[in-house]
């Protein structure tokens, strides 16, 4: 789907002047996917409001490259009703199986509250089974105990990231932001990749 060095950066929905510094990263080659490129909405999602969540995917299909699948959704036919790559947020280990077989990446979703097993259940898993993995809302705390590392991809959002800021100014401010991403996305960048890009 992309090229590139290091961890896939996405950056969903969220306010116009934060899209723009998101726009001007894309630029760069610090974030790959920008929304509506990266399609979530987590408040949609969580409370179970699939068929408006689903709605607003089918008008932004063409634009739309990856999709967090709808929590709790346990419904095959979906895979193949929209031409994007799916991001599984797994909540239980019980639906494990199923996101095998319907997602290109299986979510960890970042809130403790939100899933039933730990980051070490999933780190097994994903060496067990070989799949690619997504860091759901990247967190301060990920970037600082190095957790990113385990990821494959992740998606970052002001409110998530909230910790890193001093305040509003700085929340706008494309340096803190470019800081910010180029931690995240070194998280997964070799001495090789870097000798491959010249």
């Given at each position: 789907?992309?090229?590139?060095?290091?961890?896939?950066?996405?950056?969903?929905?969220?306010?116009?002047?934060?899209?723009?510094?998101?726009?001007?990263?894309?630029?760069?080659?610090?974030?790959?996917?920008?929304?509506?490129?990266?399609?979530?909405?987590?408040?949609?999602?969580?409370?179970?409001?699939?068929?408006?969540?689903?709605?607003?995917?089918?008008?932004?299909?063409?634009?739309?490259?990856?999709?967090?699948?709808?929590?709790?959704?346990?419904?095959?036919?979906?895979?193949?009703?929209f031409d994007v790559e799916w991001v599984?947020?797994?909540?239980?280990?019980?639906?494990?199986?199923?996101?095998?077989?319907?997602?290109?990446?299986?979510?960890?979703?970042?809130?403790?509250?939100?899933?039933?097993?730990?980051?070490?259940?999933?780190?097994?898993?994903?060496?067990?089974?070989?799949?690619?993995?997504?860091?759901?809302?990247?967190?301060?705390?990920?970037?600082?105990?190095g957790v990113l590392w385990r990821f494959?991809?992740?998606?970052?959002?002001?409110?998530?990231?909230?910790?890193?800021?001093?305040?509003?100014?700085?929340?706008?401010?494309?340096?803190?932001?470019?800081?910010?991403?180029?931690?995240?996305?070194?998280?997964?960048?070799?001495?090789?990749?870097?000798?491959?890009?010249?």
């Amino acid at each position: 789907m992309r090229e590139g060095v290091g961890m896939l950066v996405a950056a969903g929905d969220g306010y116009s002047r934060w899209l723009n510094i998101m726009r001007l990263l894309q630029q760069k080659g610090l974030v790959d996917l920008v929304y509506p490129e990266f399609f979530d909405d987590k408040d949609l999602l969580i409370t179970r409001r699939w068929s408006t969540y689903l709605r607003r995917l089918r008008r932004m299909e063409s634009e739309v490259k990856v999709a967090v699948w709808p929590d709790y959704c346990h419904d095959e036919r979906l895979e193949t009703r929209f031409d994007v790559e799916w991001v599984f947020p797994l909540h239980r280990r019980d639906e494990l199986g199923f996101a095998l077989k319907v997602a290109d990446y299986i979510g960890f979703p970042n809130r403790d509250d939100l899933r039933d097993y730990s980051i070490a259940w999933f780190v097994e898993q994903k060496q067990a089974y070989g799949f690619r993995a997504w860091l759901l809302g990247v967190k301060p705390r990920h970037v600082e105990t190095g957790v990113l590392w385990r990821f494959d991809a992740c998606d970052i959002t002001g409110a998530s990231l909230r910790g890193f800021f001093k305040g509003w100014k700085s929340m706008n401010d494309v340096d803190v932001w470019e800081k910010l991403v180029r931690q995240i996305k070194a998280a997964k960048t070799t001495a090789l990749d870097l000798w491959l890009e010249g």
